[in-house]
């Protein structure tokens, strides 16, 4: 029994980190059905400016996220402006940004590996070695912070979605473009923003897994397919279908690694992706497509 | 009454999609303040994009449109939006994920006062029981005719001066187009000018007080809906069988 509770508590912790890596993800597929293959590399920048913070001046992961966010926006906007914006207009968009979103993190994980190497890395504030201990449940600090943070970015970007005037436009947008537009909804602006929305969360979750998993510029390769099985089970632009597709893949992960080896437990993910698409396509809570 | 006066005018507009050709090669028509009028037409004379120019979604190549004495070709859609046109797409232009509610203030996303859009939503919301009895659902969940209500709706919260709309009886059952053609009253008893495309031209003739036929992107004829329904000629080549049937 403390076995499964003890799987269930990592599993749900690990859970709200996958759920903050995939909500930019979804929440760009949502406005601008940009596949953004490319989402990983920017958590990984994220990663890599947490852990220079903290290296070079010592300042804490979770206190460096905000920085390592406003920095992912501003990425995000330029890489939108650059790349994707001129697109807009096209017949096959969708198709098109499975490529461009391809290059754009060969690109990044090019020029990441040139300056930074191939090294393993890890930020190691003393948290992220330590342990609560809830009777005979152990519960690794760094993780569990980390899935708090989490959480409450997630509760934000919902509340700021819900109720504020941009929010509306955004969930607008996602629904129903050219309704929105036709509401003098600005949705180029609205895009653009988004993007850079998503790829700031990226940035957020990219500090907090800095230092709970140790990281290189290809490993980015390894998040795609579990963020994409993530978004997919949850049903592709939906927040809520994302969170709840996190936390049971990141539960049902920990259970497969713990009874089968670690080695099985990325398996799950791969193998979740095949039978949704198999199996409901459209997603839990997604609706089927005409 | 003299064109100086009219609420819109549209001269001579060319319009087209894309590089593609002119679907309107000379579309005009006299809108008069507070009065209803139907445009018909066969399968693509180009009614909807003539719609679609006035509100700015479509950019004119040539022609006009003046708005309350004040050209407005070539403003963006939000601007139009301001002075008071709204536009109700043919397809159901409603967010399916959104409340009732979130849908109606979607239509006042122009407003920045909140409690103004409040207080005009409550207004909408009195003129419509249904939609309040169905505030806090998903618009996807309402039924054909609420959701064409809400779409209608969701328009009066700017209080416009001209409402088009595009085809509004499209797929719905004959009892409930009847229904929105009494909403569409209503909008006239308001004071509102009411610009319809119908594909239904006796219905949506009936319904009306001026009538406008266009014809390969041209505009025809235009003159009292009456007069029109009961010309031999116009009944013959547009309104078809349909017409012994009224």
């Not at chain 2, 004119?60 to 449109?65: I, P």
């Amino acid at each position: 029994m403390t076995d499964i509770l003890q799987i269930l508590l990592i599993g749900a912790v690990l859970g709200g980190v996958y759920a903050l890596m995939a909500s930019g993800l979804t929440l760009i597929f949502g406005v601008m059905k940009i596949i953004n293959l490319a989402h990983p590399i920017f958590i990984i920048i994220g990663a890599y400016v947490s852990y220079w913070l903290f290296t070079l001046v010592g300042l804490d992961p979770i206190l460096s996220m905000p920085i390592a966010m406003i920095v992912l926006f501003c990425l995000g906007i330029v890489v939108y402006k650059l790349i994707f914006e001129r697109e807009a207009a096209s017949a096959r968009y969708s198709e098109m940004t499975v490529l461009l979103t391809f290059a754009v993190a060969l690109s990044f994980d090019g020029l990441l590996g040139v300056l930074f190497g191939n090294t393993q890395r890890i930020t190691s504030p003393s948290y992220a070695v330590e342990a609560i201990l809830l009777g005979d449940l152990f519960l690794p600090k760094g993780q569990f912070y980390a899935g708090l943070v989490s959480i409450a970015l997630i509760v934000a970007l919902a509340a700021f979605l819900k109720f504020t005037r941009f929010g509306y436009a955004i969930r607008a947008t996602t629904q129903n473009r050219d309704a929105a537009q036709l509401l003098g909804v600005n949705v180029g602006l609205v895009s653009t923003v988004t993007f850079g929305i998503g790829i700031a969360l990226a940035g957020a979750s990219g500090a907090l897994i800095s230092f709970i998993f140790s990281f290189f510029p290809a490993r980015h390769w390894e998040w795609i397919a579990l963020l994409m099985s993530l978004i997919v089970l949850g049903g592709m632009g939906r927040l809520m279908g994302a969170v709840v597709g996190a936390f049971l893949l990141a539960i049902v992960s920990a259970f497969v690694g713990s009874y089968f080896g670690s080695t099985w437990s990325m398996m799950t993910f791969y193998l979740a992706l095949f039978l949704i698409l198999l199996v409901r396509p459209q997603g839990l809570f997604g609706e089927k497509m005409e | 009454m003299p064109s100086g006066s009219a609420l819109l005018e549209v001269r001579d507009v060319v319009a087209g999609y894309g590089r593609g050709p002119a679907i309107l090669t000379g579309a005009g028509i006299t809108v008069e303040e507070g009065r209803t009028h139907c445009i018909i037409g066969p399968n693509g004379a180009g009614k909807s994009t003539l719609l679609k120019v006035v509100c700015g979604l479509l950019p004119a190549r040539a022609g006009e449109v003046v708005f309350d004495g004040e050209p407005i070709t070539g403003l963006r859609p939000d601007q139009i939006l301001r002075r008071g046109i709204c536009l109700v797409p043919q397809e159901r232009a409603l967010f399916p994920d959104m409340s009732v509610r979130e849908n109606l203030r979607m239509g006042g996303y122009i407003i920045a006062d909140k409690a103004d859009l409040e207080r005009r939503i409550d207004e909408v919301l009195e003129a419509f029981p249904v939609l309040r009895e169905r505030g806090g659902q998903r618009a996807k969940s309402l039924s054909g005719g609420e959701q064409q209500m809400l779409t209608m709706g969701r328009t009066l919260v700017l209080r416009p001066r001209i409402v088009m709309l595009d085809e509004p009886s499209l797929g719905l059952a004959p009892r409930v187009v009847n229904q929105i053609f009494g909403i569409i009253r209503l909008l006239k008893d308001k004071g509102i000018t009411v610009i319809i495309v119908e594909q239904n031209a006796v219905v949506g003739l009936s319904n009306a007080d001026l009538g406008c036929v266009l014809d390969l992107g041209r505009t025809l004829f235009e003159g009292p809906a009456d007069g029109i329904l009961a010309d031999p000629r116009i009944r013959e080549l547009y309104l078809g069988k349909r017409a012994g049937a009224a």
